[in-house]
């Protein structure tokens, strides 16, 4: 008898394409973002800085606004059919959110406030706006330090109390951002986007989605996002000229769209294999510039610890500690093991040789 066929499970759809909706969303975080982090290309900081206060403040307070047109299962970016324009051209998609009625942006003020809430105080949404807005920058502030926290809850305020008042806002300063930033550095790259496109789409990318984003980026998947990625029905990659070592994931209905470096592949030629390792490097080496990461390495290196002993021996707040080795098991840099209930952390040391090999090679 025959043995019974197996059948491999089908992997994800994969396709290489131009959003513009996720790539603005992508840039406008970048700009967000720019303050605290590094590793962008030279022109997000540059007009992260040109953009002013003023700016600045719109840029912070209403990114998130957008970010809800475009994600979650009932996304309302999902209306527009896949041949519409505004899926790759800047005017068009202004057009598209110029032209929804008052009903579509009182719906994203009341996910913003939802999700504002459930970011600040589970369970407390029905507490006044301006108490929840207010709760919501603190919140930013404990994260990224004040320096960094452009947020402006009365401009969010104000905005989110009236939806055509929200329009106009989010429209106005989307069209200026568009003319005197967005818009001319799209025309500049375009020619760096089309050859990622060109060359990832001639690409035979087989295999498991890790296996796909580690080929496409030169990163490792997050576990978070492998979760994410397991519900999907395709997943889009999007490149973007600015995003440096980073990766940006929106999910819109059935697709996630990834927002991936499109500098690791040269137009016009096939892939520099220097490039993808320099990106992969970037997130470790960044974990490894900060000298209380180094001294949690150094008590690990000599034993086991849980986060209780690391607190007591460094003198630092649980919420600290809790930061400080997330980020290093995300990197691979650390390992944990749970016996009893307890956490217990130490270095990985094969991943450890692994980068220090990979280092090596680069230096060489």
């Known amino acids: 008898m025959l043995p019974d066929l197996i059948e491999a499970v089908p992997t994800l759809d994969v396709a290489f394409d131009m959003s513009l909706p996720h790539d603005l969303l992508a840039t406008l975080s970048l700009m967000v973002k720019a303050p605290w982090r590094s590793g962008f290309s030279e022109w997000v900081y540059e007009t992260a800085a040109a953009l002013g206060p003023d700016g600045r403040r719109a840029a912070a307070t209403l990114t998130p606004l ?5 994600r979650g299962p009932d996304a309302p970016i999902l209306a527009l059919p896949a041949e519409a ?12 959110l110029e032209a929804q009625p008052s009903a579509f942006y009182a719906d994203l003020a009341a996910r913003f406030i939802r999700d504002v809430g459930e970011c600040v105080a589970p369970g407390e949404v029905g507490r006044p706006l ?8 603190d919140d930013q502030r404990a994260r990224r330090g004040a320096t960094a926290v452009y947020f402006d809850p009365e401009l969010a305020e104000a905005a989110l109390a009236e939806p055509i008042l929200l329009r106009e806002q989010l429209t106005h300063f989307l ?27 001639r690409q035979s990318y087989r295999g498991q989605i890790d296996d796909i984003f580690g080929a496409v980026t030169g990163r490792v998947l997050p576990h ?54 320099v990106v992969h490097l970037f997130p470790p080496l960044k974990a490894l510039a900060d000298e209380t990461r180094l001294h949690i390495l150094a008590l690990l290196q000599a034993s086991e610890h849980t986060q209780d002993s690391l607190v007591a021996a460094l003198g630092i707040s ?46 060489a």
């Open 318 to 363: 649980q919420p600290t500690a809790s930061r400080h080795l997330g980020l290093l098991e995300r990197v691979s840099l650390v390992r944990v093991r749970r016996d009893n209930g307890l956490k217990y952390y130490s270095v990985d040391r094969a991943a450890g040789r692994d980068f220090v090999t990979s280092l090596q090679a680069f230096l």
């Open 224 to 277: 978070d996002s492998q979760l994410v990625l397991a519900r999907a029905a395709e997943v889009v990659f999007v490149p973007s000229p600015h995003i440096g070592p980073y990766f940006y994931l929106v999910t819109s209905g059935p697709r996630v769209f990834i927002s991936f470096n499109a500098r690791t592949v040269a137009a016009g030629r096939s892939a520099e294999p220097s490039t993808p390792e």
């Open 175 to 201: 069209r200026r951002f568009g003319r005197d930033h967005y818009g001319p550095s799209l025309a500049r790259e375009a020619d760096l986007l089309r050859g990622a496109l060109a060359y990832h789409r």
């Open 66 to 70: 957008l970010g809800i047109v475009v």
């Open 130 to 137: 301006a108490a929840l807005l207010g709760d919501y920058l």
């Open 85 to 96: 324009a505004a899926w790759r051209d800047l005017d068009a998609y202004l057009a598209f």
